[in-house]
Every structure is written in C-alpha cells, then in structure tokens.
C-alpha cells in the first residue's frame, strides 16, 4: 500500500518539487503546510505515515513544530530538510525525534533514499 505523506516547507516551489519527485515513486501526497503552526493542524487532520518538514519556516520553525508532533503524536515519522546543513540543526532535529535529516538543495535520489529508509 502507498505511503501517506505531508510536505511541510515555505517554498511554495519546494513543496511543488518534493511532491513530484514522491508521486512520481508512488507515494501519496496528503497534505502541504508553509510554515509549523500549519502542519501542527494538518498532521492531526491527515494522519500521514510521514512528514518532510523544513526547519526554517515563518511563524513557526520545523524544530518547534517537529517537537509539538511528537509531544501529541510519540509515533509520529518526521523527515527534516534544511538549507543549512548546520551540525547542530541536524542533532537537534535527531534528539527531538526526526528520523533523518536532508540537506537542500536536495537530489530526488535522496529522497527518496531516506523516504524508503524510514518508511518503506
């Protein structure tokens, strides 16, 4: 069965990009939220097996709204992505619970590599 995911991120083009790549590979596209405070309200409608969401994010970043997921949903399955590939960005993000961590610009091979690491 296809894999439920939500796209978290500001870009409205990254968004577009990140979708393509996984409907592409038949994953089915849930959900999309620009900023945390979104995908915090969007998680809990759609239920997705997983969440791609941007650290760097208005109103909202991706660590704060990772960190709320977890805190309501302990099984929840989040990938971050970031253009910055900042050490501590990254063991923030593993220590709040992310199961992996992208670095943008992104190829889709490493999406998809850490989509089906993480989720099958």
Not at 19 to 42: F, M, R, S
Request: include cysteine; charged fraction near 25%.
């Amino acid at each position: 069965m296809a894999k439920n995911i939500m796209i978290v991120d500001d870009a409205a083009f990254m968004r577009m990009m990140i979708k393509d790549i996984l409907t592409k590979n038949g994953y089915n596209v849930v959900g999309e939220a620009e900023n945390g405070a979104v995908a915090i309200d969007k998680y809990n409608e759609c239920k997705p097996d997983l969440v791609l969401m941007d650290i760097t994010m208005p109103e909202m970043d991706g660590l704060q709204a990772l960190k709320k997921i977890k805190a309501n949903d302990p099984s929840a399955t989040v990938i971050m992505c970031s253009a910055m590939g900042q050490q501590a960005m990254v063991i923030e993000s593993i220590q709040s619970g992310a199961k992996d961590f992208i670095v943008k610009p992104f190829q889709a091979d490493r999406v998809l590599e850490a989509v089906k690491k993480v989720v099958g």
